[in-house]
């Protein structure tokens, strides 16, 4: 399996796995500071492939002259080149999710009737 060390790019993890997982034959496992890549039944995921992807993605973000992406063995590292920092993309939200299906609201009083709506249909 191939490790991702993502601790300087934290702000774009979930991000970057979603973008791995659309061009890689491979289930990306995000943990705390790093993506872990599972690969399908029978598929070999290339640490050279995954690194060129990782290189690919910061080039979109056009952060690629800010970050180094290095191999060894397994595990990919990113390390910093400058000292900016990462800022996130978008307004940051308060959304609410529902943690049984996945429903999204930015009202309080919304998702509270909405779960007790799961357990009334559920028989609890």
């Given at each position: ?8 790019i ?17 289930v ?15 598929s ?10 990782v ?14 992406v290095n ?9 910093t ?25 930015p ?13 009334i249909?559920?028989?609890?």
């Amino acid at each position: 399996m191939i490790s991702i060390e993502c601790s300087k790019i934290k702000e774009l993890q979930i991000e970057l796995a979603a973008y791995l997982s659309e061009k890689l034959p491979a289930v990306p496992v995000v943990r705390t500071n790093d993506i872990v890549l599972d690969p399908l039944i029978e598929s070999q995921v290339n640490v050279e492939d995954a690194r060129v992807y990782v290189k690919t993605f910061l080039t979109r973000h056009s952060i690629d002259n800010d970050f180094l992406v290095n191999v060894n063995g397994d595990k990919i590292q990113i390390a910093t080149v400058s000292e900016r920092k990462l800022q996130k993309q978008g307004s940051e939200s308060n959304l609410l999710t529902c943690p049984h299906c996945g429903m999204v609201t930015p009202y309080k009083e919304e998702l509270d009737v909405h779960v007790k709506i799961h357990y009334i249909f559920s028989g609890y």
